[in-house]
């Protein structure tokens, strides 16, 4: 049986467009994605359109996705990782 511990994910590590790659807590990486979000309102992805509010569209990206388009020749990744053994 695989450890629980395989699928913690507490820490992520984000890559942005021209910005030295950051170490994050969930809650940081959510403040980002809903920061980012409120400025691309207009140009939803389809599956993010469904929900009502950030905090939401937020969350689903965080749950089920790895990265945003944010534009041309920019990007948007996040992924999870495991800082101990």
Request: aromatic content about 8%; proline content about 4%.
């Amino acid at each position: 049986m695989p450890d629980a511990l395989m699928y913690d994910e507490d820490t992520f590590l984000l890559l942005e467009t021209h910005q030295p790659e950051q170490f994050m807590t969930v809650a940081e990486l959510l403040e980002k994605l809903k920061s980012v979000l409120s400025q691309c309102q207009d140009n939803l992805p389809r599956d993010l359109q469904r929900f009502a509010t950030i905090e939401e569209q937020a969350k689903c990206l965080l749950d089920t996705s790895c990265d945003l388009d944010v534009g041309a020749g920019q990007y948007l990744q996040w992924y999870a990782v495991r800082l101990e053994k």
